[in-house]
């Protein structure tokens, strides 16, 4: 179910949300036209009741009939339509400030590796791309045309040696063959390679001499 904004769409012209709440709210205006109407909306019936508002004050000047030529003032309309798209380059620049913003702060990627098959079907692949976070690394593993694990088994990805034979296990795949694992800076410097095994839930934690599939870490 689509959660709308139409309560804090009002706040969002005001300037009152938090700083979170306005970027989600941006976030939400980027894919969703309703809100984006309701927006509108909002903004001329805003405008309305300024413009209302400002014509129902007479002061004493005015009182009085203006001389020289007779000035037609523009229609009310025209100001509510300038205020209405106002709002809509206001709601744009955001949305591309908050992307911008979110681009800049995305995790560097420090090295990559392509997966292989081995004992898994030859049409299997994946990739692993190595993020860096402030207190450790993070890898991603996404893998293709991987099928399901058999009952009562597993995919686990681990950490490879392959000169020492050394294996350090990093997580479980998801049923959609995925998954994203923290990383300590000093381990990935000492396992150059990753793999993925297929496990029997038999309460066994070593490596079942099983992978599917492998590949070599390379930095980039």
Same mark, same amino acid.
């Given at each position: ?39 509108i ?21 005015e ?46 990627? @420090?090295?990559?590796?392509?997966? &292989?098959?081995?004992d ?6 994946g990739?692993?791309?190595?993020h860096?976070?402030?207190s ?7 893998? &293709? ?27 479980l ?8 694992f @923290? ?6 410097i ?14 066994v ?12 870490? &390379?930095?980039?």
């Amino acid at each position: 179910m689509t959660i709308h904004f139409d309560e804090d769409l009002a706040a969002l012209l005001a300037g009152e949300l938090s700083g979170d709440a306005t970027r989600c709210a941006m976030a939400h205006l980027r894919h969703c036209g309703e809100c984006t109407s309701a927006l509108i909306d909002v903004a001329v019936a805003h405008g309305s009741l300024r413009s209302a508002h400002r014509n129902s004050i007479v002061t004493p000047s005015e009182q009085v009939e203006p001389l020289g030529p007779l000035v037609i003032p523009a229609p009310r309309w025209t100001k509510v339509v300038t205020l209405a798209a106002s709002v809509i380059v206001v709601v744009a620049l955001g949305i591309a400030l908050v992307s911008v913003a979110g681009q800049s702060s995305s995790p560097k990627v @420090s090295a990559v590796a392509s997966l &292989r098959h081995l004992d898994g079907p030859v049409e299997a692949s994946g990739s692993a791309v190595v993020h860096v976070l402030p207190s450790a690394l993070e890898m991603s593993v996404s893998t &293709r045309n991987l099928p399901a694990a058999p009952p009562n088994h597993y995919y686990e990805v681990w950490l490879l040696d392959p000169t020492a034979n050394k294996m350090l296990p990093l997580g479980l795949l998801s049923p959609k063959g995925s998954g994203t694992f @923290s990383i300590a800076k000093s381990l990935m410097i000492q396992f150059p390679a990753v793999d993925v095994s297929l496990q029997a839930n038999n309460g066994v934690a070593a490596h079942s001499n099983v992978s599917v599939l492998r590949g070599d870490v &390379r930095t980039v």
